[in-house]
């Protein structure tokens, strides 16, 4: 059985950081693609960004150069650090994985497993 459980979410002031913990368990394939989505208020949930299992990463336009993915194989944990947070980065975000296909880019919603969300809220 699958489990993803976010943690790290909060409330913090625009251009402030936060970093974002995804907890993967009952995973045995090697080969998978771990990625970042958000869902704000009254908006459709979008991809922020992904990774694969050999380390290639992909960013959102909205996100690129603020958020970085990364993971830490031994722990099972894929993370996101947040910089430079705006009001606009206010939403739920959620970890999602597959074993299949590979990450191909931050559109894809293609996944298996999903986690409950972590909420993340930027004031101005």
């Known amino acids: 059985q699958v489990h993803l459980v976010e943690s790290g979410g909060g409330s913090v002031q625009s251009g402030g950081s936060l970093k974002l913990s995804c907890a993967a368990s009952g995973y045995t394939s090697s080969n998978y693609c771990m990625a970042w989505f958000r869902r704000a208020p009254g908006k459709e949930r979008e991809g922020v960004a992904t990774?694969?299992?050999?380390?290639?990463?992909t960013y959102a336009n909205s996100v690129r150069g603020r958020f970085t993915i990364s993971q830490d194989n031994t722990k099972n944990t894929l993370f996101l650090q947040m910089n430079s947070l705006k009001p606009e980065d206010t939403a739920m975000y959620y970890c999602a994985a597959r074993t299949w296909g590979g990450c191909i880019n931050v559109y894809d919603q293609r996944y298996d497993d999903w986690g409950q969300g972590t909420q993340v809220t930027v004031s101005s």
């Open positions: 990774i694969s299992n050999s380390g290639y990463t």
